[in-house]
């Protein structure tokens, strides 16, 4: 039976999902710690990561094959973890791979940039387990250097998170809370724009939160066009055939 038909086997997917990212997150701690040789952390973070998205590529795919839902309020939130899944956490996990511990225009030198790099690696470790530690870390390192695009960017995700999750819940604020998120992806823009990571969320957030199909086309076309990681390429490749069939409905209908 096929995955897009077989909810057992979706499942299963998705405790290998949590497996694999609580995984990764352990391996960013051990790190950190110290309690893991370079060479070992990127032989399994690679293993662990290209597992990883092509467990995402399949549960993705089974759930557009699954019946329609009735419509929710939970079917937004939902799909911005789809979001999540499909980009977020893989790329945010390939970061220093990707981009790099620093961001744009850091000079820092000595204690300072020591302190800046801890807090950095912190907070990517704190990116799936706790969102809101994740937050408050990305918020130090902003206090040092506030155009630091990477925390600029993660921050804005962990807010759209928080947000999204408050907003399914009906708590008052969440939308807000996406909104304050939207503003780092557009600093993080303005900043360096050939840095795929924040296009590539505001183009998440703006078509799986808000259904703005409009708005996210410039961004997810700017993802591509930065060249975000390999391992997320065929996924937000996805994302924008969506949003281009999403556009070609409204012009037709």
Same mark, same amino acid.
């Given at each position: 039976?096929?995955? %897009?038909?077989?909810?057992?086997? =979706?499942?299963? /997917?998705?405790? $290998?999902? *949590?497996? +694999?990212?609580? &995984? ?66 893989v ?17 820092l030198? %000595?204690?300072?940039?020591?302190? =800046?790099?801890? /807090?950095?690696? $912190?907070? *990517?470790? +704190?990116?799936? &387990? ?20 990477e925390?600029?960017?993660?921050r ?35 900043l360096?724009?050939?840095y795929?990571?924040?296009?590539c969320?505001k ?15 410039g ?31 409204t012009?037709?209908?």
């Amino acid at each position: 039976m096929s995955v %897009g038909i077989d909810p057992d086997r =979706l499942a299963r /997917l998705e405790e $290998e999902r *949590r497996f +694999l990212l609580r &995984s990764l997150d352990d391996l960013e701690r051990e790190r950190a710690a110290g309690d893991l040789e370079d060479a070992d952390y990127e032989e399994l973070r690679d293993g662990y990561t290209a597992r990883a998205a092509a467990v995402l590529r399949e549960i993705e795919t089974g759930r557009a094959a699954l019946p329609p839902a009735k419509p929710r309020r939970t079917g937004r939130l939902a799909a911005v973890w789809v979001g999540v899944a499909a980009f977020g956490v893989v790329a945010g996990l390939l970061l220093a791979q990707a981009f790099g511990q620093r961001g744009a225009g850091d000079t820092l030198t %000595g204690d300072i940039d020591t302190s =800046l790099n801890t /807090l950095l690696v $912190e907070a *990517r470790g +704190l990116q799936v &387990s706790d969102p809101r530690a994740a937050i408050d870390t990305y918020d130090e390192v902003l206090k040092i250097q506030p155009d630091n695009v990477e925390a600029l960017t993660y921050r804005g995700w962990m807010l759209v998170q928080v947000g999204a999750a408050a907003d399914d819940r009906g708590v008052p604020g969440g939308e807000e809370l996406v909104a304050r998120g939207e503003e780092g992806f557009d600093r993080a823009i303005a900043l360096r724009s050939d840095y795929a990571d924040p296009s590539c969320f505001k183009a998440i957030t703006r078509f799986r939160f808000y259904g703005d199909a409009a708005g996210a086309k410039g961004p997810v076309d700017a993802c591509l066009a930065a060249d975000p990681p390999q391992v997320v390429l065929g996924l937000v490749q996805n994302l924008q055939a969506e949003v281009d069939a999403a556009l070609a409905t409204t012009t037709t209908g």
